[in-house]
């Protein structure tokens, strides 16, 4: 499988995990609209700008000024964006290929900043070849009450744990960091991740179902242990064969970019109804 095979087999799987080589934005020049996703965490006010710009949709959206909307809840949800995007890619070649990349940083990967849907993604070093899908027996995990048999499933450890050390902690912990300033809790941004990679699950596991275990026993070590130990946790699977949802441990704070903080709540929020102050 050459380059394009892999960006092709990446494409069919939504937008968020299409991407193209950073090597050819590069070659495109400056002029092609390729940037560098560095410029996210340097200090030079990219990320502020983003975040301006959610905090304007956020509060046009109810029907009000961007004033209107917190800056924290407009920089959480600018973070849950931008890291659905960077993960989605990278879990669906761990999930199909046990393919993770070498050591990686926001330096390494160009973007083009569109807003109103997945933004434009360049990655480097995608394999030339990938992997031979695993086996039946690594997909099937044997449940134990409903959740994965993590011990069981062959070869995902190690996969689970390069990906941690690679993607985790390479360029989603460089967005968290920058991020952070805006007065976001560690709590909602570690959330925001392990909510981001649970959502790029289930979209490989409903484009390619054969690889729905895999998906999700590789979703849940990433949430069991590592940077996003205690963020959230998968839901049992149920007797009709379903493969559970995962529910994470804290909330993204979008309710509260509607007038009186009276939004919906996400699917996977940690809240069961939206707070309401007394009066």
């Known amino acids: 499988m050459h380059g394009d095979e892999t960006r092709a087999a990446l494409a069919e799987l939504g937008p968020f995990f299409a991407v193209e080589s950073a090597a050819a934005a590069d070659a495109a020049g400056g002029g092609s609209g390729w940037r560098s996703m560095a410029e996210l965490a340097d200090g030079s006010g990219v990320l502020a700008a983003r975040v301006a710009a959610v905090r304007g949709v956020l509060a046009a959206g109810g029907g009000q000024q961007p004033d209107a909307v917190e800056e924290r809840v407009a920089a959480s949800v600018t973070h849950l964006g931008l890291v ?3 993960l ?3 879990l669906a070649l761990a999930v199909l290929y046990g393919h993770v990349p070498g050591a990686v940083r926001l ?8 807003l109103g849907g997945p933004y434009p993604l360049a990655l480097p070093g995608l394999p030339g070849r990938a992997a031979d899908p695993p086996a039946p027996a690594e997909t099937g995990p044997a449940e134990t009450g409903g959740v994965a048999d993590l011990g069981r499933v062959a070869g995902l450890g190690g996969v689970a744990d390069a990906f941690a050390a690679a993607v985790l902690s390479g360029p989603v912990r460089e967005l968290t960091a920058a991020c952070a300033d805006f007065r976001v809790s560690p709590h909602v941004l570690r959330g925001n991740t392990a909510s981001a990679l649970a959502g790029a699950a289930r979209m490989v596991a409903a484009a390619r179902p054969e690889a729905a275990a895999r998906a999700r026993a590789l979703t849940g070590l990433l949430t069991a242990g590592g940077p996003l130990r205690g963020a959230g946790h ?5 007797a009709g064969g379903g493969h559970g949802a995962f529910r994470r441990r804290s909330c993204c704070l979008i309710y509260r970019a509607a007038p009186g903080h009276a939004g919906a709540l996400c699917g996977d929020c940690a809240l069961s109804r939206v707070p309401v102050r007394p009066g």
Do not use: C, F, V
Not at 107 to 114: E, G, V
Not at 234 to 238: M, V, W
């Open 84 to 86: 659905a995007r960077l």
């Open 88 to 90: 989605s890619p990278y």
């Open 107 to 114: 330096s390494d990967l160009r973007w083009q900043p569109a």
């Open 234 to 238: 998968l839901t049992p699977a149920d």
